[in-house]
């Protein structure tokens, strides 16, 4: 966002902005995941910001369904923000938290459900066929083995 056309970055006025989409239930942030690792990756701790209804975006960027068939990068980032409103609700019901994780060499985990007794679900959000779906396998696989379970 850009103060007046200039080349200056007011940051104040974009956390003004969050804070009140915040409050007003247009967006709500996914806090990141910090499991016991057993390397030394760093974590990435920012949190992923999401609509709380994905319908909100679609509103907003004036689009509808052939749009979204013509543009499925566009289309697979609504669905995955649609599967994060539902987990939310689920991870409620379970009386858990829904978290991302993605670590310094881009491993990531679309969200994990993680349940006030330690136990979680690792889950990756796929849409495009076989190959994508085994390349989320393989993702959560490769974060499974990181993952120190004794601690």
């Known amino acids: 966002m850009l103060t007046n056309h200039s080349?200056?970055?007011?940051?104040?006025t974009l956390y003004s902005y969050i804070d009140a989409l915040t409050?007003?239930?247009?967006?709500?942030?996914?806090?990141?995941?910090?499991?016991?690792v057993?390397?030394?990756?760093a974590i990435r701790t920012t949190d992923t910001r999401y609509f709380t209804d994905p319908s909100i975006a679609t509103a907003a960027l004036g689009i509808g369904p052939a749009d979204l068939l013509d543009d499925l990068k566009t289309m697979g980032l609504l669905f995955e923000n649609l599967c994060i409103r539902d987990l939310r609700i689920y991870a409620d019901?379970?009386?858990g938290a829904l978290y991302h994780y993605r670590d310094k060499n881009?491993?990531?985990?679309?969200?994990v459900i993680h349940l006030r007794n330690g136990s979680y679900g690792l889950i990756e959000i796929k849409l495009g066929g076989d190959s994508a779906i085994e390349e989320g396998a393989e993702n959560l696989k490769r974060l499974a083995s990181k993952i120190d379970t004794k601690k």
Do not use: G, Q
Not at 23 to 36: L, Q, S
């Open 7 to 12: 080349d200056t970055f007011d940051a104040s």
């Open 23 to 36: 409050k007003m239930f247009v967006i709500e942030d996914a806090p990141a995941w910090n499991p016991y």
């Open 38 to 41: 057993r390397s030394k990756t």
């Open 93 to 95: 019901y379970l009386d």
């Open 106 to 111: 881009d491993l990531e985990c679309d969200a």
